[in-house]
């Protein structure tokens, strides 16, 4: 299978939710759902702010330790761009379904793959951005994020393979908040200081645009980076949104 590297998303398409979105890329779908702000029970509530649920569902058997360590890291993030403190006293709750993984190029790179968590985690935090942007929940800002892996030759591939990643010598996660901020790092493997600001920079041109040399920098609109790509997705949702008006006319 090869592994799509082109990000897809759908948004509000779920009945009953407040906000709702699938984002699929490099071979993984994932399907979010969120409800908020909503009454959350007394033992849970918080008095200057809303609590915030994060819930990981993998696409077979039930949630393990792994899902639980993904739902930490996704809580830390979200919790410091989401304004919770304008809702005390309430939850929001935001569900994401993995709904298909990518195929492994070879069989060996399966157990590499399942040791793994960082491979997942782009896509889970692309989905439940673009969820909480449909349900027009009050954000202090967004974020955009990328894979890394550094082959053993020091070459850097983005958004990676299985296979690439089970020869690759380390993998990283990186998410920049709009301002060009560093969101959130996530590293395994071995590398040193140099590996690790050409990491950087090529993760921080693959999510803000290759023109953005610094966090200032407007972002290239023809260049493929996520947050243009979201910037779109939001745009089209929009213009939907507001077709009827049009039809009025």
Request: hydrophobic content about 40%; some cysteine.
């Amino acid at each position: 299978m090869t592994v799509q590297d082109r990000p897809s998303a759908t948004l509000s398409h779920l009945y009953g939710t407040d906000g709702s979105a699938t984002f699929s890329q490099n071979g993984y779908t994932i399907i979010g759902a969120v409800n908020g702000p909503i009454e959350v029970q007394r033992k849970d509530e918080i008095p200057d702010e809303a609590a915030l649920e994060i819930i990981v569902r993998p696409a077979t058997g039930v949630g393990g330790t792994r899902e639980r360590h993904l739902e930490a890291i996704l809580h830390s993030t979200l919790r410091h761009i989401i304004l919770i403190q304008d809702h005390p006293r309430t939850l929001v709750q935001v569900t994401l379904q993995v709904a298909s993984v990518p195929e492994n190029d070879s069989i060996t790179a399966k157990l590499a793959q399942s040791s793994s968590m960082l491979p997942i985690l782009p896509a889970l935090l692309q989905a439940s951005m673009l969820t909480i942007l449909s349900a027009s929940i009050a954000l202090s800002l967004t974020f955009s994020s990328t894979l890394v892996a550094v082959t053993p030759d020091n070459d850097i591939v983005v958004n990676a393979s299985p296979y690439e990643l089970q020869q690759s010598t380390s993998i990283h996660v990186l998410a920049f908040s709009s301002n060009g901020d560093l969101l959130l790092v996530e590293s395994e493997g071995d590398f040193d200081l140099e590996t690790w600001e050409a990491v950087y920079d090529i993760a921080f041109k693959r999510c803000r645009g290759s023109n953005a040399e610094s966090p200032d920098d407007m972002v290239d609109a023809e260049d493929g980076a996520m947050e243009t790509f979201m910037r779109r997705t939001m745009q089209q949702k929009i213009a939907s949104d507001v077709s009827w008006k049009s039809d009025l006319q």
